[in-house]
């Protein structure tokens, strides 16, 4: 088996690699594409972004054990990219009908029956908006809907190289998992679930990962040109071997112990997620969301100047009641609970914990408010993205102090953390605050939220990234499922559901607590 590409860790070249989004494919994944996309048929396979041509190469070992003679044709953008190939194997007849160019100009009536690729994974931000604005145009003409700005490179890459496979045709193409989660998905599957076949999508556990060392879930997507199926085989990869080929070959009927193959209906996947497990066995459980209202964290637009330390606010001569004590980064909650007396060691570490909160109700400024501004001024502050939004442009967001703040992304599995300080968290954190306030009902919930079922559903509603992190947008909180044996075992009933009169999702400004000294 090919080693796994080695990856740079920092620099320029790691920069580089991002800008390309380059990243080669394990000859064992590579290898069960190629058999799924040329099928019984298909005497030819088209590479959209050939790379270092990992697929050519797998095509050419998958055509010998066959005894199928496979033509090999494709783009690339990079020139320089193809000197790689060699290290597959590939020679120069191999390579002898790739075309040097753009794959999204590709002309559109260039047909195939079996495409494969590992599409360039450029994230939206690293786009022009020139180029951005062409490819939602583009994207719009073919689905009848823009796509959110958001989408990635590789998501365009997917709708025009579906525009040319023929009827019956197959695509296999391995892309991160936000192809299926970010908030584009919906508008995408909607429209490719209409108009092609899901046959199957697979998806690895961490140590069966195809891309060690890149911060990215990825998944491979089995997709044919014929009428939509009402179910589709999900697959869970669990050790880095060809059993994911030889089940391919088997026309997706052989069994292994390294596989986890499940019959799954589409409407069920479309409402889960395509990328996440299956959700049937959720039968019974109560939405998070029942139980509690999700805001995200502060977003100040400037944490250097509104997010302080003890020391730094002594230095401001700012009043206190000026402040709120907030806290701001996830690893400064080593536990599951933050207290009074955390605040404090963070506060002798030297780690910001006051949030500047600045009232507009006609109060009369001292000037050590008006200079501290005045220098926020001084450094463009007003000029920022977020800031400009405000009136006054020091007018930061208001939180009341949560139940419970929610780390939702992170090296560390995400948690929930009792709030027994009563700070306002900035946006490392989601606000959790509960519908029923009481303190009996806060510590079943408390039981209910930590509980290991309730940590494990929330892969169920979050957006997946490599090494197991997660990251869960507040909606989806919401509806992480509470099942019934959570439930029973917290102590929650039902008069404390559904109460969402007991809390806004915003306060107003009488509401917040300031802070008592120092």
């Not at 995408?188 to 879930?217: E, H, M, Q």
């Not at 499940?262 to 299956?278: H, I, K, N, Q, Y």
């Not at 029942?290 to 001569?317: K, M, S």
Request: aromatic share 10%.
């Amino acid at each position: 088996m090919t080693a796994h590409q080695k990856l740079p860790t920092a620099g320029p070249a790691r920069e580089a690699l991002r800008e390309k989004g380059q990243f080669w494919t394990p000859d064992w994944v590579a290898e069960a594409m190629v058999a799924y996309a040329i099928g019984e048929t298909s005497g030819h396979l088209f590479d959209p972004a050939v790379g270092a041509g990992a697929f050519f190469a797998a095509a050419r070992l998958v055509s010998n054990r066959l005894q199928r003679p496979l033509q090999l044709l494709g783009t690339e953008l990079f020139a320089e990219a193809l000197l790689e190939a060699r290290q597959h194997g590939l020679d120069s007849e191999d390579l002898a009908q790739v075309t040097i160019g753009d794959f999204m100009s590709y002309p559109t009536l260039a047909k195939h029956d079996a495409i494969v690729a590992n599409p360039p994974y450029i994230r939206h931000h690293r786009l022009s908006r020139e180029h951005k604005d062409l490819l939602r145009k583009y994207a719009e003409g073919v689905t009848g809907k823009a796509l959110d700005g958001r989408a990635g490179l590789h998501v365009y890459f997917l709708i025009k190289a579906l525009e040319h496979l023929n009827p019956d045709g197959r695509l296999a193409f391995i892309v991160p998992a936000d192809i299926t989660e970010g908030v584009f998905a919906g508008t995408l599957w909607n429209w490719l679930s209409r108009k092609y076949c899901i046959d199957a999508v697979v998806t690895f556990v961490p140590k069966a990962a195809p891309f060690p060392g890149v911060d990215t879930n990825a998944l491979v997507l089995m997709l044919s040109r014929r009428s939509p199926a009402s179910t589709f085989k999900w697959v869970r990869c669990l050790a880095r071997d060809r059993s994911l080929y030889d089940w391919v070959l088997s026309g997706f009927t052989e069994q292994s112990t390294h596989l986890e193959v499940f019959d799954r209906p589409l409407d069920e996947a479309l409402v889960t997620g395509l990328s996440r497990a299956p959700s049937a066995h959720c039968f019974g459980a109560r939405p998070l969301g029942d139980y509690v209202r999700v805001v995200r964290g502060i977003a100040t637009g400037a944490n250097e100047f509104f997010f302080l330390t003890r020391r730094q606010v002594i230095a401001t001569g700012i009043p206190l009641d000026y402040f709120i004590r907030a806290i701001g980064r996830t690893r400064d909650v080593t536990g599951d609970t933050l207290n009074e007396t955390d605040l404090a060691a963070l506060d002798a570490a030297g780690r910001p914990t006051y949030l500047l909160n600045v009232e507009t109700n006609g109060r009369v400024y001292p000037e050590a408010l008006w200079q501290y501004l005045r220098h926020g001024e001084e450094i463009g502050l007003p000029d920022r993205t977020l800031i400009a939004t405000r009136n006054p442009w020091y007018k930061t967001e208001v939180r009341q102090p949560p139940h419970f703040l929610f780390a939702y992304l992170g090296r560390r599995n995400a948690r929930f953390i009792r709030n027994l300080a009563g700070v306002v968290p900035l946006t490392g954190f989601l606000c959790v605050y509960a519908r029923w306030t009481e303190t009996d009902h806060l510590d079943r919930l408390w039981r209910a939220l930590n509980h290991p079922n309730t940590i494990a559903a929330l892969a169920l509603v979050g957006k997946s990234y490599g090494d197991g992190a997660i990251k869960v947008e507040p909606r989806a909180l919401e509806k992480t499922p509470l099942y019934p044996q959570v439930l029973k075992a917290s102590g929650l009933t039902e008069e404390h559901a559904d109460r969402s009169q007991q809390l806004p999702f915003v306060f107003p400004d009488t509401g917040v607590s300031k802070v008592g000294g120092l």
